[in-house]
């Protein structure tokens, strides 16, 4: 609106509205600021607008204001001044509803009609209501107006994927929660034992903890809803520029219900309590004997490596085998039992695991002797150590599972951006995907582009919205001869002999959300709402570029898009020049025509694909730092588990010292066992990861063309990560062993 980029705009949208002025007065209150007026039937270039509006761009009555049409400017008169809104950035202008179709080119159309019911009987108002939408039939929408709802299958797909990573959280915090209530049983086992010597039942030792559980669940919980705020705003913040700079969306502060308030203390309160569960009642059950009696490993080793072996392996099985059956339903179900799976059959491969490991370990501390000590150390309590694992190994299998998701995706994009938007001129609209709120131009825009010298082909895209079965859909025309000569299509199902089909008769090209949404196969029918009742069109191939690949979108003929559905103005142009012309030489000659099209932005392909690649690289950015909060959660579970075990060989640790050894020497002990229990979940993190990949790569192939590719980056990110969390994790634990005195750890109990 004020030609300068460089400043930061006061309104971000603005709405064309086109009334009759006499039906919308008696709908709605205009509260027009004297000595102004409101339209008339009889106006033409005359505008209604809020004060909001005049006072960013300095507009007062009788004022012109200049708003982009598919024609090009067009100068309207300020007759009318409504009070400032409540909420500035999105404004309204008014215009007479013949206006408004003269600048849309939408001629003798409407999109939306105001009903006012006189009557207050319910009954009377239901009946009516009733009338109303059996005459219009299911192909209008009665009610509120969604605007954009084309993109809720896209919101949709982003939640699950949002939900999936809550889950794998809520999963690994569970595990971490219940290795810390061992760790408070296994320190207070004399305590419970003593307890239980003077009477105490045991319903009253499982109530004791699991009320300890229920305490550190609200404060946990309270907290959580804090850290989640700020996490979510400190992201709002991040990604507005992005958004505003695509979508033309501006994001408020993140919306707490409180229903997520209650949800999501149900769930930490029920979390935590849960994962106590199972530590409390085997605490209840501990003897005055049985608290002066040591564990005894081997025992714990054949139970453990018994049934839950077999049946871990049964499930890793089943996963392997629903890698082959390419339902996703069923491969997906594959990723929950090849945790479970690895899970299961983690105490019985500890011990070979450990060994391994443990050679490599003492070949690091050679002659040293910490690493034998420190198998052994690890070997003793299979089921804590597995437990600490599965925290590990779900951290890190997310790192490499993203790894291999990111590896794929990167590739597709770069293919795919150059193949949809590798064309030498782009014209773009404020808003990409979401096209129904944008301007379009007529097909003046680009024949004056086409009549500069140097220009070769030009391909555009129109926009218009239908429903097929109750699902919205975008549908955007295309000229079948000159769009792949400018972009293209990347066809998962067909080839390019589609575009022929598209030229002689109603037939469309759908995108995977669309058949994600609507269960149809390429041969079949589908019944198009458009304004002259539905049309019958064929689907003759399954392809997507990559502006709408996550937007229900059919592409059809701009042909029929103007005969049926009426539309007929360009929404995204892409031009290239002909051989051996450079930019320098039109570039001039080309903006200045775009300046009477001031609703695109006028781009080189080139500089849009540096655009969206770094926008990808910030996306993925984003998700790893993301992904950090999942993976720190395992540095927690390890120094638990380390502070136990040092705490359970208090005496051997004094014995060790009283012998002979070292600060250095015990320190380095449980650095070396921190490693080997680090080792452990990383190795099991890389296998779980890469079936994890494979699994969201085989997703994201139903919306794009994309193929597994080997994680190298993650699986060496995930090895680093481990380690890492390994040598941090043993910080404290090897400190407080160094620390102990000979005396009072031999005389520990």
């Given at each position: ?13 603005l ?27 009889d ?40 009070p400032?809104?409540t ?36 009954t ?36 699950a ?6 889950v ?13 209530f061992?760790?408070v049983?296994?320190?207070r ?105 040591p ?149 003046d ?6 009549a ?12 218009s ?17 000159t ?27 759908v ?230 005195q ?8």
């Amino acid at each position: 609106m004020d030609a300068d980029p460089a400043r930061q705009d006061r309104i971000t949208a603005l709405s064309l509205i086109g009334v009759e002025p006499e039906a919308a007065q008696s709908l709605q209150a205009y509260l027009i600021q004297e000595p102004g007026r409101f339209l008339q039937t009889d106006d033409t270039n005359a505008t209604v607008i809020s004060q909001t509006l005049a006072d960013a761009y300095g507009v007062k009555l009788g004022d012109t204001l200049k708003v982009p049409s598919v024609n090009g400017i067009e100068t309207l008169t300020v007759v009318g001044i409504l009070p400032p809104r409540t909420v500035p950035g999105n404004e309204e202008v008014l215009v007479t509803l013949a206006q408004a179709q003269t600048m849309t080119g939408q001629a003798g159309q409407i999109n939306t009609i105001e009903v006012a019911l006189t009557s207050l009987d319910e009954t009377l108002r239901g009946e009516t209501i009733t009338a109303i939408e059996s005459a219009l039939g299911s192909d209008y929408q009665i009610g509120a107006v969604q605007s954009g709802s084309e993109m809720f299958a896209s919101l949709k797909l982003a939640q699950a994927a949002f939900n999936m990573f809550g889950v794998l959280a809520l999963f690994m915090g569970g595990f971490i929660i219940f290795n810390t209530f061992r760790t408070v049983v296994a320190e207070r086992r004399r305590d419970i034992g003593m307890l239980r010597a003077l009477g105490a039942k045991g319903s009253t030792i499982t109530g004791m903890i699991l009320m300890e559980g229920l305490l550190q669940g609200l404060i946990g919980s309270g907290v959580g809803l804090l850290l989640g705020y700020l996490f979510g705003a400190g992201i709002v913040v991040l990604i507005q520029q992005p958004i505003n700079q695509f979508i033309r969306l501006t994001m408020g502060k993140p919306v707490v219900s409180p229903t997520l308030v209650v949800a999501s203390v149900l769930l930490g309160v029920g979390i935590t309590v849960l994962s106590g569960l199972i530590p409390a009642r085997n605490a209840s059950r501990i003897t005055p004997m049985d608290a002066l009696r040591p564990s005894v490993a081997e025992v714990e080793y054949k139970r453990r490596a018994g049934a839950g072996f077999i049946a871990g392996l049964v499930m890793i099985g089943i996963a392997i085998l629903a890698l082959a059956t390419g339902n996703m339903g069923f491969i997906s179900l594959g990723g929950l039992l090849f945790l479970l799976g690895l899970i299961l059959v983690a105490p019985a491969l500890l011990r070979p695991i450990a060994f391994v490991f443990g050679r490599l370990t003492a070949w690091l501390y050679a002659r040293q002797g910490t690493g034998d000590l420190a198998q052994g150390n690890l070997t003793r309590q299979p089921s804590r150590v597995t437990i600490t694992a599965s925290a590990t190994m779900i951290g890190l299998a997310i790192v490499v599972a993203l790894g291999g998701m990111s590896t794929s995706l990167s590739g597709m994009m770069g293919s795919l951006l150059h193949k949809s938007l590798g064309s030498d001129y782009l014209f773009i609209p404020p808003s990409v995907s979401v096209w129904n709120s944008d301007m379009g131009s007529g097909s003046d825009f680009t024949n004056r582009l086409q009549a500069i010298k140097g220009v070769g082909d030009i391909s555009s895209l129109r926009f218009s919205g239908s429903m097929v079965n109750g699902q919205a859909v975008s549908l955007l025309g295309i000229n079948p001869e000159t769009y792949p000569k400018v972009s293209g299509l990347d066809f998962k199902q067909g080839d390019e002999s589609a575009y022929t089909a598209l030229a002689n008769g109603r037939a469309m090209i759908v995108n995977g959300a669309f058949l994600m949404t609507i269960p149809v196969k390429v041969g079949d029918t589908v019944e198009l709402a458009t304004p002259n009742g539905p049309q019958t069109y064929t689907i003759v191939a399954i392809a997507s570029d990559l502006l709408n690949a996550k937007v229900v979108t059919g592409f059809i003929s701009q042909a029929n898009l103007a005969a049926d559905f009426g539309r007929t103005d360009d929404v995204f142009i892409q031009l290239n020049l002909k051989p051996g012309v450079q930019l320098a030489d039109v570039d001039a000659q080309i903006k200045a025509v775009a300046v009477d099209y001031p609703q695109f932005t006028v781009i080189a392909g080139k500089g849009y694909i540096d655009q969206m690649l770094q926008l990808l690289k910030a996306v993925f950015a984003g998700m790893y730092f993301m992904l950090a909060f999942l993976a720190f959660p395992s540095l927690i579970a390890m120094v638990n588990t380390l502070t136990i075990s040092v705490l359970e060989r208090t005496r051997e640790i004094g014995m060790i010292r009283a012998v002979g050894g070292t600060r250095k020497q015990v320190r380095r002990m449980v650095v070396a066992e921190a490693l080997l229990l680090a080792s452990v979940g990383t190795a099991f993190g890389i296998l779980s990861g890469m079936y994890l990949g494979y699994v969201i790569v085989k997703a994201l192939g139903a919306l794009f063309p994309m193929t597994y590719s080997f994680p190298l980056s993650g699986i060496l990110a995930g090895i680093a990560i481990g380690l890492i969390f390994g040598a941090l994790a043993a910080v404290i634990p090897a400190r407080q062993a160094a620390r102990l005195q000979v005396v009072e750890a031999l005389r520990y109990e």
